[in-house]
């Protein structure tokens, strides 16, 4: 089965700094991978996604990220970290079995940035 | 421009209750997931609808059983509530199979059972 890790529980970052939050996979095939955000008291919402192509993906909020084949990595990066950006970040990666077809989450990391 | 919307949002039950949370999307999206959020454990598929009349189990179905009697909603029942069923229930919708584009997520149901 597919499955993704996140090895930080909790990630804190200067204002200002660049952010980099870890997510590793473990697939068969070749990878479809997501970054989803959780602000306080909401549900998920959609940063960016990597299906093929190239390395870099620029999603939503100036985040972006990097997939790695090789380390069978895909950090989630942004260059100046706001304040705002505090939230839970979950990396998810796609699973496919027969006829279903549903994504598999990450235990999540909370970032906190620090003014 | 509600997208997908959970009710109710708060919800106390006492072990051996039963209740519905019912999630209601105007996207037109023909899937439909329902999840549960517990800390440390991120979130776990419990079932989900590829379409109107079809529902599937997912990682952790037990204890719960599901409807897709229309395909805007999508209900979770609860027959009889256990404590460990105490959880953030999040509903979510796709326009095609979640594991090929983005997921809208409600904004959760916090549900306590004591």
């Known amino acids: 089965a597919q499955s993704v890790a996140q090895p930080e529980d909790q990630v804190n970052v200067a204002e200002g700094n660049p952010l980099t939050v870890k997510c590793t996979y473990s697939v068969s095939g070749n990878p479809y991978l997501f970054w989803y955000v959780q602000y306080p008291n909401r549900g998920l919402q959609f940063l960016l996604k990597y299906i093929t192509g190239d390395n870099l993906v620029k999603g939503s909020y100036g985040f972006e990220a990097e997939f790695n084949k090789s380390q069978t990595s895909f950090h989630l990066k942004k260059p100046s970290a706001l304040v705002s950006d505090s939230a839970l970040y979950f990396c998810?990666?796609?699973?496919?079995?027969?006829?279903?077809?549903?994504?598999?989450f990450g235990k999540g990391t909370r970032l906190h940035i620090l003014p | 421009n509600a997208g997908v919307t959970q009710t109710p949002k708060f919800r106390v039950l006492k072990t051996g209750q039963s209740m519905t949370l019912l999630c209601a999307q105007d996207m037109n999206h023909e899937y439909m997931y329902w999840y549960r959020q517990d800390p440390g454990m991120g979130l776990r598929l419990i079932h989900y609808?590829?379409?109107?009349?079809?529902?599937a189990k997912g990682e952790v179905p037990d204890g719960y059983n599901v409807s897709r009697l229309k395909k805007q909603n999508f209900l979770l029942g609860l027959e009889s509530a256990a404590p460990s069923q105490t959880s953030v229930y999040f509903c979510?919708?796709?326009?095609?199979?979640?594991?090929?584009?983005?997921?809208?997520f409600g904004q959760g149901t916090r549900l306590t059972v004591v």
């Open positions: 998810a990666v796609r699973d496919i079995w027969g006829r279903d077809d549903k994504i598999i």
């Open positions: 609808s590829v379409g109107e009349g079809t529902t």
């Open positions: 979510a919708s796709s326009y095609e199979a979640l594991g090929g584009t983005e997921a809208f």
